[in-house]
């Protein structure tokens, strides 16, 4: 040992390790979701970028669709809020919460739900008030689930189950620090640290003011984008399937859910000259093949279509899709039927089977009758 060494002795105390780092640090700083990610956890934190970036812009863009889609914010009609929520009393766990709590005002819980979304997203995005809004996207998906999601079978076609998932391990890890918006004002008014103006609740109360300004007017915005460009969505479609040719009996299909746009075009051709008989939904003759008529089916007071098909037979369904209520279209380039809500696909040459889900189970058939003689078509007994 040198001279030097000697005046120096050795200490036995360990040095301070990363665990003692951490016990070292305040309190509050402990609790602060930006504080920095340490090196050795990092990886974990980038490691879950792609999975926030992923579910953020997927909910800001799922809250814009529902505002942009002329359908969606509608009491009543094909693909209206209003409608899913109907569907939603007849099968899901929380149907009783549904009737009393949503389906009074369809619009308004459309409305919020698609806010809602867009904040969440929002705050995955720009890590404001992060895991507030990942524990916020984690429940949202799992109401999803126990309502739009329900009667998909097996679980695991459903998407909303994986949402709720990915959203909680989102909350569980905080974003570390890492791709975080820095707003000047909110570091004077909440400083990130441990001096005595340092406030974890102003700071929480102020994110989530900036995150509620920017998703009304991010929802303004896609308002606005939706009056403009009224008849496509975010994903460009067309409104409603085209069905030309068919005629509508007077009286069928005027009442109940409103017809889509497609239908209700279809329903101002003009009728056939002879006067209907009683229940009689078509002729063959005004029922053109690869076309399709709704009606209100009068026993259950469905919405429900009749198709001819374009080998001439004649089939009807409950138009009521099996996922969660929404009322099908026919689609007559493809000759299949088309829920607007979900995506379901529903073959109506072999007994509305589901092409497609996440409907769990084909349309219900509706007997009918043909008459050979004078071309007739009406609701079988
Ligand atoms: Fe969801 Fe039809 S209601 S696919």
Redesign the pocket.
């Given at each position: 040992m040198s001279r030097r060494d000697r005046r120096r002795p050795v200490s036995l105390r360990p040095m301070p390790g990363p665990d003692a780092q951490m016990r070292s640090v305040s309190p509050a700083r402990m609790r602060a979701a930006s504080a920095p990610a340490a090196p050795s956890s990092r990886n974990l934190f980038v490691a879950l970028l792609p999975l926030r970036f992923f579910v953020g812009a997927t909910f800001v863009y799922a809250g814009l669709d529902k505002l942009i889609d002329p359908r969606f914010l509608q009491a009543t009609g094909p693909g209206s809020i209003g409608e899913?929520l109907t569907?939603f009393t007849h099968a899901s766990p929380l149907a009783g919460l549904v009737t009393v709590f949503a389906l009074p005002f369809p619009v308004l819980i459309g409305f919020l739900m698609a806010l809602a979304e867009i904040a969440i997203g929002l705050g995955a995005l720009t890590g404001l008030l992060y895991r507030a809004s990942a524990a916020a996207g984690a429940a949202i998906s799992l109401l999803f689930f126990l309502t739009?999601s329900w009667t998909v079978h097996p679980y695991y076609y459903g998407p909303d189950l994986p949402y709720a998932a990915g959203w909680l391990t989102l909350a569980l890890a905080g974003h570390g620090g890492l791709a975080v918006l820095r707003v000047p004002f909110l570091a004077m008014l909440a400083p990130d640290d441990d001096s005595a103006e340092a406030s974890p609740g102003r700071r929480a109360v102020l994110q989530g003011g900036i995150l509620a300004a920017a998703a009304v007017v991010v929802a303004g915005a896609g308002g606005m984008w939706g009056a403009l460009f009224r008849g496509s969505d975010l994903r460009g479609s067309d409104t409603g399937a085209a069905v030309p040719g068919a005629s509508l009996t007077p009286g069928v299909g005027t009442t109940g859910a409103s017809p889509s746009p497609a239908i209700a075009a279809a329903s101002t051709a003009p009728a056939s000259a002879a006067p209907p008989a009683a229940g009689q939904l078509a002729t063959l003759t005004s029922l053109k093949p690869r076309t399709a008529l709704p009606f209100v089916d009068p026993t259950s007071g469905d919405p429900a279509i009749l198709i001819r098909l374009a080998n001439g037979s004649v089939v009807a369904f409950d138009a009521v899709?099996?996922?969660?209520?929404?009322t099908?279209e026919y689609d007559p380039p493809s000759g299949l039927l088309g829920?607007?809500?979900?995506?379901?696909v529903f073959d109506p040459t072999h007994n509305a089977d589901v092409l497609q889900?996440?409907?769990p189970v084909p349309l219900a058939a509706l007997p009918i009758v043909v008459n050979k003689a004078t071309g007739a078509i009406t609701l079988g007994g």
């Open positions: 899913q569907g739009a899709c099996t996922h969660a209520g929404c099908v829920c607007p809500c979900h995506g379901a889900g996440p409907a």
